[in-house]
């Protein structure tokens, strides 16, 4: 099975939203998390990471929350452009080990 | 600075046959990655090199998949022969390793296999 998975396969919000998409890991051990973007035809692209001692990490229009007490990770996109529409990957990594990718969600921008 | 190549793009093939894919890392990183990402899901790793040494092929299904990488930087995977269950998406990845910043892989395009 997947340590790492998504509570929503698609999202769809109008230019303009704030969007928050959601990811749920199962591993505590856990150290590394980080947020992907893939759009079609294209491989992921790199969006924003955060270590396990972090709660909180910003970066341009996206913020990405660690809730470590109920393994949990946010992805949070101010001002959603259709730009952004693409689907988004959650990803866990545990010391050495490889990353564990999510299912990912489809974000849907609407003008 | 120029990302993560592959070649080809596109690779549509019958049953049996042989294919190949190529990567070419981005410059400086010395740990690269294959992955398959099947239609709708997140990618899985098949591979992972630490410059010429693969440290993790767990994933990998030996009997038909090998994978090279004899100068520490450009690599291939090859399928051989191919099965119908093989039509993915090959994803090739690179980071530097032994850095803070060692987790962030960086992806290239990818290769669209279809086998028929």
Redesign the interface.
Known sequence: G?S?GLHLPTLSVQEGDNSIINCAYSNSASD?F?W?KQES??????II?IRSNMDKRQGQRVTVLLNKTVKHLSLQIAATQPGDSAVY?C?E?MGG???I????TTLSVSS | EAG?VQSPRYKIIEKKQPVAFWCNPISGHNTL?WYRQNL??????LI?YENEEAV?DSQLPKDRFSAERLKGVDSTLKIQPAELGDSAVY?C?SSVSGTRRS????????TRLLVL
Do not use: C, M, N
Not at chain 1, 41 to 46: A, L, T
Not at chain 1, 101 to 104: A, E, H, L, V
Not at chain 2, 40 to 45: K, R, T, V
């Open positions: 997947e790492v590394y980080i992907y035809g294209k491989g992921p692209q790199f990471d990957f990803a990594k080990t490889a990353l990718f999510g299912k990912g | 993560v990655y709708g899901q997140g990618p899985e790793l992972r993790d994803l990845a987790e962030t892989q960086y992806f290239g395009p990818g």
